[in-house]
């Protein structure tokens, strides 16, 4: 494992950091013990968010007593200085420190976000008020929208800034992580496995460890996992002929508009479940038709109560047509039905 400042920052971090979100469906000694084992493999990164429930505990429980070893990042939705305020507060109590090394303004996409964080009395004074009081060492921001991430890069008021980046979604590689470099911000990298869409942890980190200063942080659920992929930074990184066939294969798969399965357009008002059923087609390719099928029952049949309403559209950071996308995908999963 290789070690660097994050950034223009005073922080060394691993090449590889740990993301907080399936702690929260560990129990509290397993995720200890997943937790433990990162460090002991070499992580010293760990990414959580005030919004990923008990995640901020079990990391709060694991490393308790040696602090000062770790790097902590956690983030809050709150755009005003009184929410923001009480999430801090609520991080450091659940993390049990006096300082968190880098808070994060959560999933900034939408320029109503930007405005309401700058404002008077908006999410951006409470961190700097934080920052002052040594409550958090360092300001950093994620999003999902390429173009406000450029926007946010580019105001220099933040140490990092998180964006999803893996071999299918690449859009960060160029402007906006040579923007990120450029200014001395820290680079973390969420999603490396495309919110599940790539289920080749081998390949999905050949191609990451190409970037040598962009940090992912996959989220880990098992004392195995997170075995598989230090392994992957224990040997030298090559990618063969065939490495890059299998990623044309899975771009080619995916199209560009796929689901990241981040879950910002659920609940539906009709209960269309909106996740599963937006995954269907890759389903359907990697199980077979018959099997993906009865696998699907539930989620496709859920479609059919899809008014278009449009509800989802405005809450997905990736502005996917969701009604337009389902229905296509039920009309796959009728046609694989029918033939079964
Ligand atoms: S458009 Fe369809 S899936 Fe989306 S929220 Fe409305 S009913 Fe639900
Ligand atoms: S449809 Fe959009 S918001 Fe919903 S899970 Fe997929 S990517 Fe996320």
């Given at each position: 494992m290789r070690y660097f400042?994050?950034?223009?920052?005073?922080?060394?971090?691993?090449?590889?950091?740990?993301?907080?979100?399936?702690?929260?469906?560990?129990?509290k000694d397993l995720a200890v013990n997943v937790l433990r084992r990162a460090y002991d493999q070499g992580i010293i990164i760990y990414d959580t968010a005030n919004m990923y429930l008990d995640s901020e505990e079990k990391i709060g429980a694991a490393f308790h007593g040696m602090r000062n070893r770790v790097i902590i990042a956690s983030k809050s939705i709150q755009r005003d200085a009184a929410g923001m305020t009480e999430h801090i507060e609520k991080s450091l109590i659940r993390l049990k420190t006096d300082y968190i090394d880098l808070y994060q303004l959560h999933q900034v996409a939408r320029e109503a976000d930007w405005k309401a964080i700058m404002a008077p009395g908006g999410a951006m004074e409470a961190l700097l008020h934080a920052k002052d009081k040594g409550k958090i060492r360092h300001i950093g921001v994620t999003s999902h929208s390429l173009e406000m991430a450029l926007k946010l890069v580019k105001t220099d008021l933040f140490s990092s800034i998180?964006?999803?980046?893996?071999?299918?979604?690449?859009?960060?590689?160029?402007?906006?992580?040579?923007?990120?470099?450029?200014?001395?911000?820290?680079i973390l990298a969420m999603k490396p496995f495309a919110g599940g869409m790539i289920d080749n942890a081998d390949i999905a980190f050949k191609f990451l460890r190409q970037y040598s200063d962009v940090i992912p942080i996959p989220g880990f659920d098992s004392v195995e996992a997170v075995d598989q992929v230090t392994s992957f930074y224990k040997r030298e990184n090559k990618t063969t002929q065939s490495d890059v066939h299998l990623i044309e294969r899975y771009r080619t798969e995916l199209g560009k508009q796929f689901c990241r399965r981040c879950e910002y357009c659920q609940p539906c008002p009709n209960g269309v479940m909106i996740t599963q059923s937006m995954g269907y087609r890759v389903i359907a390719n990697r199980m077979s038709p018959a099997v993906a099928v009865k696998f699907s029952r539930l989620p496709m049949e859920s479609v059919l109560k899809c008014d278009a309403c449009g509800a989802c559209v405005e809450k997905c950071p990736y502005d996917l047509p969701i009604p337009d996308m389902l229905k296509s995908f039920n009309d796959l999963y009728e046609q694989h039905l029918n033939a079964s």
């Open positions: 400042l994050f950034g223009k920052t005073d922080l060394t971090v691993s090449e590889l950091g740990f993301g907080g979100i399936p702690l929260i469906r560990l129990s998180q964006f999803p980046f893996n071999f299918i979604e690449i859009a960060a590689k160029d402007e906006l992580h040579a923007v990120a470099r450029e200014r001395g911000l820290g």
